[in-house]
């Protein structure tokens, strides 16, 4: 039995929500402010019975319920006697080997086909309060939003309520029948489905007078004894012989004891004890002792301190609070990892929900690696307890932001958010599969690999530049900089390039294979690539000086123009070039590549090449220092200004030396500054914007 979906309706930013859940894991990823932590409140407040806020509400919602009470009629058909604020619903999917004793009364048909039960939860107000409601706003004269909103956030749980249902599901349809609708109640709800939570605001701190760890250990004691049913476990047996000893000599401590030869020993409440007996008078004979009382539980929860060891075994411990915030994060995460999975083992539902929300935070790469790598494992060893043992149900629920723990997970496990106008959207990674064509399936492994082993922050950039290879890779930065530079002069208001959440990633010739991956995640590209001129013949490209060439060999250019029918052409190379800016922008994605730097004038096939015709004074400048650097090869004033395409390919000693030049000899105060080549400078200017 597992929770299959989750559909939520004006919950914050859950305006229309869907997501479907992993079996086991469900790693729920995307950036800041889309939804993650929305999606775990709302479960935990509509299982837990936690109380739902006025601010809860969808804000366009919250509009909308202002306006339909004020137009509320009192003669509202019968149908209609509320107003529903927030909603939520559960599909649960069971089968033959589940128990059906805790859900047959959300059974809401006989159909054997059928294994969904849906659970719905809304928050509404009925049409008692919404009367009520009505004299309100005009006893006290409320004629605009903002009143109204700030009255009902004082007063929101007198006049909303939460009702819960089971409803009838058309599987074979995906419709829910509305006739078919039952009132239930959250005990029963509670045997069913359990959701318990790991917090991102956890209490880990190493302040000194912090010592949450510590805590932790008693919280995890508690739950594990009520666990242990064998009472004569040879554990709790020693901790209670202990426990009697140490009893014994308190008593003597706090009480004192006769001595030997009539002389009493010392105690630390025998002096006051001595004087309650002189109050008492011979008669009364009142005679007190100050006893031990130590519990097990006590115990744990004010006299245990976590420690951790500095070296080897012999070393000397170290309180909890010297500890780096990473590690204790860490350690606080597994803690209560045992002691939530130990209280739902205690009195189990029949899907138990454990979530745990951002697990990266103040822990660094490699303390990520090693959480992502042994969760699920470890929760396996739990849910495979909990099935075999109880026959019940274990899922997982993991938010993150951390590209780190993208890297490392299962992606068949990744669901990612989206923000999308007003509304959020969810999508499980396997879904971009459908992206690729049938002939295109190894371009969706690549892209899993690649993601892989180099990019995961794609999942949480807002843009992203795609570049070729070395030299733009270390020349991106300065020209991005440079670009920022000239918007400050012009006093654009701009938010400069170097200042936005921009990933820039090296795709070589494979750009194309990406554009799939870029819809699924919605968000801005910009292509940078190589026209690279060439002929063809006989179907086979050949590469070709710009001045003689009728085609690209560029891959990436010749896919994003495919739908134009570029391949149709007999001089692909010129109805490239005169392509306007318009035309290389398909929805999010531009494509940018080597144009003449004034129209008529040069045109380039490489970045080298649109690169060495735009500074030629710089080179020029600094021929001898690019000599001495490694970067080119012995050359003649004339060589560089008779054809810049072979001058660069023959007279370049290493790309990435050449690149990397550039940078070190680039001097805004000498005038001897290098400038943008026009095809970036425009590709940059349009991803600069939102």
């Known amino acids: 039995m597992v929770l299959k979906e989750i559909v939520v309706e004006n919950f914050r930013l859950l305006k229309n929500f869907k997501l479907e859940l992993k079996d086991e894991l469900s790693l729920i990823i995307g950036k800041n402010n889309c939804g ?38 009192e003669n509202i058909e019968e149908g209609n006697k509320f107003l529903e604020a927030i909603k939520l619903q559960l599909y649960i999917e069971y089968d033959d080997t589940d128990s059906y004793e805790n859900i047959q009364n959300f059974i809401m048909d006989l159909d054997p086909e059928n294994n969904i039960i849906l659970l719905e939860f809304i928050l509404l107000i009925d049409i008692k309060n919404i009367l009520e409601l009505k004299d309100i706003i005009k006893e006290r004269e409320i004629k605009d939003f903002s009143t109204f909103s700030r009255y009902i956030s004082k007063n929101f749980t007198k006049y909303f309520k939460i009702k819960k249902y089971s409803r009838g599901y058309d599987k074979k349809n995906k419709k829910i029948i509305s006739d078919m609708i039952e009132e239930i ?16 605001d956890r209490a880990v701190s190493n302040d000194e007078r912090n010592h949450a760890l510590s805590s932790l250990t008693s919280r995890y004691y508690e739950i594990y004894r009520k666990n242990i049913k064998d009472e004569s476990n040879s554990i709790f047996q020693e901790l209670e012989i202990e426990l009697e000893k140490t009893d014994k000599a308190l008593y003597k401590i706090y009480n004192g004891e006769k001595g030997n030869n009539e002389k009493d020993s010392e105690g630390i409440f025998k002096r006051i004890i001595d004087v309650v007996k002189t109050y008492g008078g011979s008669d009364n004979k009142i005679n007190i002792s100050i006893g031990s009382s ?52 205690e009195q189990p539902a029949d899907i138990n929900i454990l979530y745990i929300e951002e697990p990266e935070a103040h822990t660094h790469p490699q303390l990520q690696y090693i959480f992502i790598r042994n969760i699920k494992n470890h929760i396996n060893n739990h849910r495979d307890k909990l099935n075999k043992e109880k026959n019940k149900y274990l899922q997982i629920i993991i938010t993150s932001h951390s590209s780190h723990i993208v890297s490392e997970c299962n992606f068949d496990d990744i669901i990612y958010l989206k ?76 938010i400069p390039l170097l200042s936005q959440n921009i990933s820039i990633i090296e795709v070589g010739a494979y750009s194309h294979v990406f554009i799939p991956l870029f819809k699924f995640l919605g968000i801005k590209v910009l292509i940078i690539t190589d026209i690279d001129s060439a002929t063809k013949n006989k179907g086979k490209y050949k590469k070709s000086h710009p001045n003689k060439a009728t085609h690209t060999s560029n891959a990436s250019i010749r896919e994003f123009f495919k739908e134009s029918g570029l391949d149709d052409g007999d001089n692909q190379f010129k109805e490239l ?39 030629k004074d710089f080179i020029l400048k600094n021929k001898d220092n690019l000599y001495d650097y ?46 943008v080549p026009r095809y970036i400078k425009e590709g940059l200017l349009w991803i600069q914007e939102f």
């Open 36 to 73: 993650k932590t929305s999606v775990l409140i709302i479960l935990d407040k509509m299982l837990n019975s936690f109380d739902i806020a006025w601010e809860d509400v969808n804000l366009v919602k919250q509009k909308e319920i202002y306006k339909e009470i004020n137009k509320f009629n």
């Open 185 to 200: 109640e959250n005990k029963d709800i509670q045997k069913v489905i359990k959701v318990v939570g790991i917090r991102a």
């Open 294 to 345: 130590i519990s097990e539980k006590n115990l744990l929860t004010n006299n245990t301190s976590l420690y951790y060891k500095h070296g080897d075994e012999d070393s000397s411990t170290l309180p909890e609070t010297y500890n780096g915030l990473g590690y204790l994060n860490l350690i606080g995460i597994l803690f209560e990892i045992e002691t939530k999975l130990q209280e739902l083992y």
């Open 419 to 494: 923000r999308v106008e007003n509304n959020i959207l969810a999508k499980n990674f396997n879904s971009l599969k459908t992206e690729y064509k049938e002939d295109e399936k190894r371009g969706f492994k690549f892209v899993k690999q690649y993601l892989t082993l180099n990019r995961s922050e794609l999942f949480f950039a807002d843009k992203v530049i795609c570049i070729e290879g070395d030299t733009e890779r270390i020349l991106m930065p300065a020209m991005m900089n440079k670009v920022d530079k000239i918007q400050i002069l012009k006093n654009e208001i701009t």
């Open 577 to 615: 070039i005169e392509k306007k800016d318009t035309d290389k922008i398909k929805d999010k994605i531009r494509i940018a590549y080597q144009i003449s730097e004034i129209e008529g004038d040069y045109q380039a096939s490489s970045f080298e090449d649109a690169f060495i015709s735009l500074n």
């Open 630 to 675: 490694g970067a080119l090869k012995k050359f003649n004033k004339n060589e560089i200004n008779k054809d810049c395409y072979n001058f660069s390919l023959n007279k370049i000693e290493k790309k990435s030396a050449f690149a990397s030049a550039l940078l070190y000899f680039d001097e805004e105060e000498n005038d001897m500054e290098w400038k």
